[in-house]
């Protein structure tokens, strides 16, 4: 399905951007997401070499604030190195990161459970349809699920046993976390609170423990830096920065704008306009700070505070046929309830109940327990207060720890846990008998083989997987769109379709940043609804994809609503035959 995929929506801009940061040493494009990923993925390009625009090259030596989305569009379909040869080795390192992170969940499983829990673990991250689907496209969100799970590990270890050693190697992952998504930063008040519970559990290392945070934090800053080529600089010299003073001079002359009694919260716009004033306090020490001190790994902020904005702004959100401007709490529980195998549901719940009946008898719960139960809690509690709701690939940081809580429950259950096991006391096992151990061997291996057949039946359509609770993928629309089931991957099926049904051309809404001409793709404007009711549907076949046709403007297509459509692509295109 690698092959098959046509280029999805990030890819274009993720791939320039790590490939300029290779060739320049500079954050020039997409500095919303930090550089790490995008420049594993883009390592092949060194060898292949393709063109970096002109646009990026100047960039490199003046700075200017470049347009990613072209650029890369310009990149991937105007270079003397076909796109799909870029796509293809790109892809292909990404697809190197999610097998080793897999076999890396299955180690650190095996080790705290036992052989069997790794190899649990492995089936259930590395065969998940969502993992399989995102695993293998140059986006950063399971590498750094990946990163986040291994920051953890490492974390747990620097806990266990405080060592200078421990300290920096633990916060040189969590640089490694850092430098892969912004969502990262939610291991801080994880960080914090196996803190607290460990001090709580062992106040004699209280002493020890802060002699060496400062060394963990400063070696995380070290390596961060150090991945950011150790970029200083005065943020001032920011075209960005320089932008939002002449902006904001321009609105401050404007006494209506952004007024309380606007429609829209706007508190935060005018707090800027009115304390970034550099001719009154303390818009003149922000200007001062602008002007005179440089700032270390200054591109990881800038980008985490664009970040931030586009949290702050929102997303247009689709969720159970409906449209918000916004986030909606109830989003993520959705699309993981939805787009989540049923039996992996099953087992999770019961891997809950597993890990409850350790917790009720305190003196049996392992610290292993909090490191996999904590860190999912606190990213499901940032992820509902998310503005920013377009996918499940955004919860992709849970799966590896709850691959490793259910393989543990498991283990657990059916005595597989070895003696030497971090988790195991004999005393605590839940009792079974030997009739009630033979049954559960039955249940797993039932539900684990459900869990694997869901994946296989699905293929190669893994991005556009939905359960069974709402009727699979055919029903998905209804629910969620964009990278949920809609991400312009299905291009490439399309034109095997015209070639394959003799269609010289088509009336096309194709949501997706690749280029028709590219690849052959003939097609016109498919006619908004007003022109329909004017002149009737065209006389030919149409090819709609599912965005275009649910979320964006409704009211443009929705004549076509009242056809039935005489074929699909994939699970994210439907086409209509009005041919006479």
């Not at 304390?275 to 003149?284: A, I, L, R, S």
């Not at 969620?480 to 269609?503: A, C, E, P, T, V």
Request: charge should be positive; proline fraction near 6%.
């Amino acid at each position: 399905s690698l092959l098959t995929d046509s280029q999805t929506v990030d890819e274009g801009p993720h791939i320039l951007a790590g490939y300029s940061y290779l060739k320049t040493g500079k954050i020039l494009l997409n500095p919303e997401h930090p550089p790490l990923l995008k420049a594993w993925s883009a390592l092949p390009l060194l060898i292949l070499n393709p063109d970096l625009p002109e646009e990026v090259k100047k960039a490199a030596k003046i700075p200017a604030e470049l347009d990613q989305w072209g650029l890369s569009y310009e990149f991937l379909h105007k270079n003397r190195v076909p796109a799909d040869t870029m796509i293809f080795w790109s892809r292909l390192m990404m697809v190197f990161l999610t097998t080793f992170g897999a076999l890396g969940i299955a180690l650190i499983a095996r080790k705290w459970f036992g052989d069997l829990a790794g190899i649990v673990a492995f089936i259930l991250f590395a065969f998940d349809p969502n993992v399989l689907a995102h695993g293998r496209l140059v986006t950063t969100d399971t590498g750094s699920a990946i990163f986040i799970f291994f920051a953890a590990y490492a974390f747990y270890l620097f806990l266990k046993k405080p060592t200078a050693l421990l300290a920096i190697g633990s916060g040189g992952i969590f640089a490694l976390a850092l430098a892969a998504k912004f969502s990262s930063l939610t291991l801080i008040p994880v960080f914090l609170i196996l803190f607290a519970i460990k001090i709580i559990n062992e106040k004699n290392d209280f002493e020890k423990y802060l002699k060496l945070i400062p060394l963990f934090i400063l070696a995380a800053f070290i390596a961060l830096w150090a991945i950011y080529g150790f970029n200083i600089e005065k943020p001032i010299n920011d075209p960005k920065v320089l932008d939002l003073y002449r902006r904001r001079e321009i609105l401050a002359a404007d006494p209506n704008t952004y007024h309380a009694d606007k429609k829209g919260d706007y508190k935060l716009a005018r707090w800027i306009i009115r304390n970034f004033d550099p001719q009154d306090q303390p818009g003149t020490i922000f200007r001062w700070l602008a002007e005179e001190v440089p700032v270390p790994a200054y591109r990881y902020f800038r980008g985490f505070f664009e970040f931030l904005a586009h949290d702050y702004r929102g997303h247009y959100t689709y969720l159970s046929g409906h449209i918000y401007e916004t986030g909606m709490w109830q989003y993520f529980i959705i699309a993981y309830l939805i787009k989540s195998p049923l039996p992996l549901l099953i087992l999770l719940a019961f891997s809950f109940c597993v890990f409850a009946v350790f917790r009720m008898r305190k003196h049996s719960f392992s610290f292993i327990g909090y490191v996999l139960l904590i860190p999912p809690i606190i990213y499901w509690l940032i992820s509902l207060k998310s503005h920013i709701n377009i996918g499940i690939r955004h919860l992709m940081p849970i799966y590896p720890f709850y691959a490793v809580m259910i393989a543990g429950a498991i283990a657990l259950i059916i005595k597989k846990t070895p003696e030497h096991s971090p988790f195991f006391q004999k005393s605590i096992l839940i009792n079974s008998s030997r009739k009630q151990s033979v049954f559960f061997k039955i249940v797993f291996v039932i539900l684990i083989i459900w869990f694997l057949a869901e994946t296989a039946m699905i293929y190669p359509y893994h991005l556009s997987y939905f359960n069974e609770l709402i009727g699979g993928p055919k029903n998905g629309h209804q629910y969620l769109l964009d990278s949920n089931i809609d991400w312009g991957q299905d291009f490439l099926r399309l034109k095997k379709y015209m070639k394959d049904n003799n269609l010289d051309s088509v009336y096309l809404r194709y949501f997706g940043k690749t280029d028709w001409d590219y690849y052959g793709v003939k097609g016109y404007a498919v006619p908004n609804t007003k022109e329909v009711l004017k002149n009737g549907p065209p006389n030919g076949v149409v090819i709609i994809n599912l965005t275009p046709l649910f979320l964006f403007n409704t009211q443009e297509f929705s004549w076509l609503l009242n056809y039935t459509p005489t074929d699909r692509i994939g699970h994210s295109m439907r086409v209509y035959d009005f041919r006479k």
